[in-house]
């Protein structure tokens, strides 16, 4: 009798796999776009991301192989990339492309690649694993929605600027060290972000087949000298008119008003741009920035929007925490807190992290056996749900207020809870993901 393990092997991608690939997920991403059609843009994403992405291999696919035709049926690939938050490097995997064929669907294809894929990560030690995508679905498979990346109004086509003059230039590769400046910037700020260095950023401008689904247009301030700002949108105008921004930033802080003057001229201009050659309304631009950004409080105001929210997993609550551990022993100096004990544990209601002191000062993490009862255990100073911790440590949520959301989340006393919340306070998230 043959089993659906049987009928199905999961292996690593192969460079030979790129036009199944392709084929496969044109067929069934973004169906609601084309009618049915494939998608082109899908196509060539994947195409690329087989063929010369600095950030990927084809062995960052993981294929559902059907053993009796030897073709994929399903498949996924992971993105990994450093995100930046106070100058700490923390490894991230994007979960993008999941897909199954349609005559293969109910067999745990999914359930299965995602399987494979988190022992890949727990070998690899890469601690977080981040997935937009369809409402509740990941939560069956180890994700939470703990991270949000826009909220910022979209701002009407009528509030712009109406203005011809040229504010802002398309960014070339000669450009591409400066703009890997600004990023080296940015990850020693009190911003959660995703750094790219000048190979990532010469295959942004360069490197990409035209139609890809991922590509985005980069421009920087038509000023001579070194380039010390720039602006990240899609290439073309929504459904609904919008343009959609998805990355801005600024060398020096002093610039962001001139700035932002500029990139918003700049973006009516291309809007109205757009509508002319499409005969299409140009209705205004969509910001998948944080609303405090500050080309958002520099900007015309505009019409508010709910955050979006981004799943996210940890199967390493111990090793994420040993990552931020130079980031929590500053923020509790500078809160001028020393630990009374000897260790703190945080349970996560399975696994549990040990976070050593030596005069009142975090010296280590270690990974410990959570607690049959966290909630009654006395060597526990917090019950944290997994998820629950990954909103504190990405800074999408305080203490005080996952304390007021989860029931399930405890803490000793007002010494633990002081401490915890000097150590996870609320950080903008401005992370354009490396797709």
């Known amino acids: 009798m043959t089993t659906e393990d049987d009928r199905y092997a999961i292996r690593p991608g192969r460079s030979s796999d790129a036009s199944e690939l392709a084929r496969l997920h044109a067929s069934v991403q973004l169906q609601e776009v084309t009618g049915g059609r494939p998608h082109p843009g899908i196509a060539a994403w994947v195409e690329d991301l087989l063929d010369g992405h600095p950030a990927v291999v084809p062995d960052d696919f993981l294929v559902a192989e059907d053993s009796a035709t030897g073709r994929p049926v399903a498949s996924l690939v992971g993105l990994r990339q450093d995100w930046g938050l ?8 994007q979960v993008e492309l999941v ?23 727990a070998a690899d030690d890469v601690p977080v694993q981040v997935i937009e995508g369809i409402p509740y679905f990941y939560r069956r498979l ?19 600027p109406n203005s011809s003059a040229p504010t802002m230039r398309p960014a070339t590769v000669a ?23 000048a190979e990532v950023w010469r295959y942004e401008m360069a490197g990409r087949r035209p139609d890809d689904q991922a590509g985005r247009t980069v421009v920087v301030p038509a000023l001579d000298g070194a380039v010390r700002a720039y602006l990240v949108y899609a290439p073309r105008m929504s459904a609904a008119g919008e343009l959609t921004v998805v990355a801005a930033a600024c060398a020096r802080p002093a610039d962001w008003p001139w700035v932002a003057d500029a990139v918003h001229a700049h973006l009516g201009h291309v809007g109205r741009q757009h509508a002319a050659a499409l005969g299409q309304p140009f209705t205004g631009v969509r910001f998948l920035l944080d609303p405090d950004h500050p080309l958002v409080r520099l900007g015309p105001p505009g019409v508010p929007r709910r955050r979006r929210g981004w799943y996210a997993r940890t199967g390493d609550p111990a090793g994420l925490l040993a990552r931020l551990l130079p980031l929590l022993r500053d923020r509790w100096r500078a809160a001028d807190l020393r630990w009374p004990e000897p260790t703190l544990t945080i349970d996560t209601y399975g696994r549990a992290a040990r976070l050593d002191f030596t005069d009142g000062e975090p010296t280590a993490v270690t990974a410990v056996r959570g607690a049959v009862s966290p909630s009654t255990d006395l060597r526990t100073h917090a019950a944290i749900p997994p998820g629950v911790l990954l909103r504190l440590a990405f800074g999408h949520r305080t203490l005080s207020e996952v304390l007021d959301d989860w029931p399930d989340c405890l803490v000793r006393d007002r010494v633990t809870e002081r401490f915890l919340t000097a150590a996870f306070p609320r950080v903008p998230v401005r992370v354009w993901p490396r797709n």
Do not use: K, M
């Open 142 to 160: 180890g994700y939470d929605y703990a991270l949000s990346n826009d909220g910022a109004p979209t701002v009407p086509a009528t509030a712009l």
């Open 99 to 121: 897909g199954t064929a349609p005559e293969h669907r109910g067999n745990r294809l999914t359930e299965r690649l995602f399987a494979a894929l988190h022992r890949r990560y």
């Open 175 to 197: 450009d591409a060290d400066d703009l890997a400046a600004i990023d080296r910037q940015l990850v020693h700020g009190d911003a959660l972000v995703c750094p790219r260095d």
């Open 86 to 93: 106070g100058g700490i490097r923390l490894p991230v995997a």
